[in-house]
């Protein structure tokens, strides 16, 4: 045995489900523990201690006490509670989209490092960042990235040509783009123009300091949304729950005017 | 008898197994309720269970508030003395009791059923949220009160809800949060010391 009792651990709260009367089982996603899941005693009361450090979306310090079956928290110090998030539905709805796709994606008790700096810092420039619609491009593409699902944007996945600067196909079983010549054997492809793979390529390749400078009009932004939701409803094998409900917001009018 | 041993009634077993499925009851406190019963007066005992069917077999919820009533509307919703121009929009049924007890209280309730969870695929069709729309477009209503939970699915609920209100022009209103009474400053999170010192009054 040499696991220690007890322990600590960075933390995002990403899950959270209701347990007996007054309890929550959390999940958490940690930089060197990977994704793991944890009792908090009592944070469903009003005087709890715990619970708005173990908010959903709340990245804290937490220490935990190893149990049978589940671990459980002992204490808790926010870090940053990322306010602005919480504090305007639209943000809020994007932070609960990025942290259901590293709960899909994210296997318990596997370390990845890259992926838990790439969700702190996808929560960070939503609270701040003009293009939130970028921010969330970034993350999905470098998501993917990091749970190895990478996808092909410099060659054809069929004949393995380079593209060429005209209408390439995404296709979401291929994992990769289609040449015009290929596309014509394959069903469901998603056609893309030459300026939204120009960025997908650029959101794979670059940080995020240089992705930000991008400014992406509306119809880049909405073919790049629609490849990466078809993307990655193909790879979960069901609809990302929280990405039908910011179609949602989007549809009505009003929805999407921030609180400043 | 020993407190752990299996029962040699498979009645008695049932019964203490469906008891400490219930909240705050733990097995040996089944126990203790069942061995209660078994020795009580059987008229005292068929009340009982009278009373426990009744709750699934004599209840709706009211037509105007979706609260839970034995009648087509429920008490409050009858009640001439309230304020019939103040909504308080609570998630749950067991919300209402308690803001009544607080006695400070004097308008309608409607009760969603629920909060808008987006990773739950829970959205505002599967809550009361259209039942209220339309009950603030047909009555003169002139403020809603918003009394979701204070977490992430209740503020989006209630920030979901002004957004739809306020161009109606009603006053909306969230409940005030901040620190709980009886607590410790030192302990409080940065959003419930944001929210008090924003909500903060003159003294
Ligand atoms: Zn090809
Ligand atoms: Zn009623």
Redesign the interface.
Known sequence: MSNPRNYQTEAIII?GVKL??ADRILTLYTPHLGKIQAVAKGVRR??S?M???L????YSQVWLARGRNLDTITGCQ?IN?F?QL?S??WL??CA??V??LV?QFAAEHIENYPLFQLLLKTLEPLCKDKDKELVLRYFEINLLNQVGYRPQFKHCVACNKALQPATNSFCSAAGGMLCPNCTQHEFLTYPLSVNALKVLRLLQDSDYATSSRLKLNSSISKELEGVMYDYLRYLLER?V??A???L?LKEQK??LVPNK | MDQGSIPTSEAVYKLIQGLSKLPGIGPKSAQRVTYYLLHAPEEQVKQLSDAILSIKQKTKLCSVCFNVTDTETCLICRNEQREHGKICVVEQPQDVPALEHTTSYHGLYHVLHGAISPTEGIGPDDLKINELLERLKSNKIDEVILATNPNIEGEATAMYLSKLISPMGIKVTRLAMGLPFGTELEYADDVTLTHAIEGRQEF
């Open positions: 899950k007996g009367e009003p005087r201690k619970a708005g450090h908010e959903l979306l709340t926010t509670s306010l919480k305007d539905l809020t709805s609960l989209y942290t259901e709960n609809e729950k929280s039908t409900w910011l949602t009003g929805m």
